[in-house]
């Protein structure tokens, strides 16, 4: 077996809230191969196993018991379909911004409103990541895996993946697919998508058809808004926006004029950082975590913070706010186990 296990190994730099966290065994893994060996290894040891790429959207306890296994497969294929599409296909393994950036500099475009969100191409497709108006549904043409169930390695199209909002088949059904590798179909002229405040309010139009300017401007809010995770513990957006019926929605625009709300197709998707936020939490700690004082919808560590801590926070939170909109808030990130 050339598979390298590793006892009792620290996760701490490993997920991005910070926390203290053991794998009873850690190993990474760097082809299909290995996959096939890791798989004999688990039906072997019976043990559990957690996938993790950059540990961004994870709340780990302090002890994993069993195996976590980061996928390292790299890898990008670029194949020119005709003058304007290209398919990329990625492995799971790269980083994500880093590979957006560089699609860019290549003259590829498609990526650029999904820039600086942390971790790897492998995870991208598991909660369907998002912003500025863009899911990476949008671009996924297939996704390779590995199913441990039927134990063969074959590709899941665009619709099989069945995406939703911060959803898909590899979340609903965790623990059956690791994801190997994405292909996405881009193109070489530009079609930006600039429906979302900074883009359309602080670009200019002619910059708002320029995918560099757009990526730059994501770059810059996203620095400006959320704390980068190297200073400061945190998993990103922490609960999910709300999605309520229209009559939900205008019971709570009439009591709650401010309230920040966009037409979704389901009815409207709530500011889930605005109830937060006007139900007094920005800025607020409880024992070393708290709640970001620029942004309510980020739970940070403020060092020595743990999951147990993190999770009484989160239910202060969402007691708060069922009890003062009727409204309930979902965590984003995995909690493991
Ligand atoms: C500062 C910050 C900003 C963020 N902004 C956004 C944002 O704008 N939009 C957004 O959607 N998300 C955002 N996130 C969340 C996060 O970056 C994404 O969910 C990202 O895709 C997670 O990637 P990761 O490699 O870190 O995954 P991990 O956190 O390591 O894992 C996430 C999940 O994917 C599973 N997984 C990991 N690799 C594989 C694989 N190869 N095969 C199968 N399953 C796998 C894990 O088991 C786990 O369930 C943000 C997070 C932070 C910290």
Request: aromatic share 8%.
């Amino acid at each position: 077996m050339s598979l390298e296990f590793h006892d009792l190994f620290s996760l701490k730099a490993m997920n991005t809230l910070g926390f203290d966290a053991v794998a009873e065994r850690f190993v990474q893994i760097q082809s299909p191969g290995e996959v096939e060996e890791l798989h004999a290894e688990l039906k072997r040891s019976g043990d559990p196993l957690l996938l993790i790429g950059g540990g961004s959207n994870l709340v780990l306890a302090a002890q994993i018991p069993g195996i976590v296994a980061q996928l390292t497969i790299r890898g990008c294929e670029i194949e020119t379909m005709d003058q304007d599409l290209v398919r990329v296909t990625l492995g799971g393994g790269e980083n994500w911004h880093a590979t957006v950036s560089s699609l860019l500099d290549q003259g590829i475009y498609g990526l650029e409103n999904l820039a600086l969100i942390p971790g790897n191409v492998g995870a991208a497709p598991v909660q369907n990541i998002g912003a500025y108006g863009v899911e990476v549904k949008d671009r996924i043409e297939a996704v390779e895996v590995y199913d441990w169930q039927e134990e063969r390695v074959y590709w899941l199209d665009n619709q099989a993946c069945e995406f939703g909002y911060r959803d898909s088949r590899f979340k609903r059904e965790g623990g059956r697919y690791l994801i190997l590798r994405v292909s996405f179909l881009l193109s070489r002229t530009p079609a930006t998508v600039t429906t979302y405040a900074p883009l359309n309010t602080e670009l200019s139009p002619n910059e708002q058809k320029d995918p560099r300017a757009v990526y730059r401007t994501v770059c810059r809010t996203r620095r400006d808004k959320l704390p980068d995770p190297e200073q400061i513990g945190n998993a990103g957006s922490f609960f999910k926006n709300p999605v309520v019926s229209q009559a939900d929605y205008e019971r709570l625009k009439a009591a709650y004029p401010g309230l920040v709300a966009y037409p979704d197709r389901a009815g409207f998707k709530l500011a889930a950082g605005w109830l937060i936020d006007h139900c007094g939490w920005k800025g607020r700690q409880m024992g070393n975590v708290g709640v970001h004082d620029r942004q309510a919808l980020v739970l940070v560590n403020l060092g020595g913070g743990d999951r147990g801590q993190l999770e009484r926070l989160a239910g202060a939170i969402q007691a708060d706010v069922r009890e003062t909109y009727g409204v309930e808030l979902e965590p984003e990130p995995k909690f493991y186990p």
